[in-house]
C-alpha cells in the first residue's frame, strides 16, 4: 500500500467533519436559538479549530505537511477560511440562517489558533 493510500482515511475523517459543519448550518435558525444564544461566536471558533486540527492532522502525513509546517498552516488557514465563507454563504438559503462577516471572522480566529497550538505541540515552534 502506497502512502497516498494509507492516508485516504484520514482524507475522509476531514471530508466526514465538513460534511457534518455543512450539515447542522441546515438546520433552520429558530431551532437552534435557545441553544447557542450568546454563544454562537465562540461556537464558531471551536469548529473550525477542530476543523484545522484535523487539517492538519491529515497534512502532516503528506508530501504537503512532511518536514515544512509553516506550508501546512497556511495551507490549513485556507482552507478554513475557505469552507467557513462558503459555509456562511450556504447559510443565506437556509430560513431563519443568516451569514454574517463576525461569524467568518471567529472561524479563522479559531483556525489560527488551532494552527499554533498544533505546531507548539508538535514542536513545530522553537524559541531561537
Known amino acids: 500500500m502506497t502512502a ?5 482515511w484520514r482524507l475522509w475523517v476531514v471530508a466526514g467533519y ?10 433552520q435558525g429558530d431551532a437552534l436559538a435557545p441553544y447557542i444564544s450568546g454563544y454562537d ?3 464558531h471558533a471551536i469548529e473550525y ?3 484545522a486540527w484535523l487539517i492538519l492532522w491529515y497534512l502532516s502525513h503528506t508530501r504537503w505537511g512532511v518536514g515544512n509546517f509553516n506550508r ?7 482552507l478554513c477560511a475557505l469552507v467557513g465563507g462558503l ?4 447559510q443565506s438559503q437556509v430560513p431563519g440562517r443568516f451569514p454574517a462577516v463576525s461569524d467568518e471572522l471567529a472561524n479563522v480566529f479559531g ?3 488551532a494552527i499554533l497550538g498544533y505546531s507548539i505541540a508538535r514542536g513545530a515552534v522553537t524559541k531561537k
Open 111 to 113: 483556525a489560527t489558533v
Open 87 to 90: 459555509n456562511e454563504l450556504w
Open 18 to 27: 465538513v460534511i457534518l459543519t455543512f450539515g447542522l448550518s441546515s438546520i
Open 4 to 8: 497516498a493510500r494509507g492516508n485516504v
Open 72 to 78: 501546512a498552516g497556511w495551507i490549513t488557514l485556507l
Open 41 to 43: 461566536l465562540i461556537l
Open 49 to 51: 479549530a477542530a476543523l
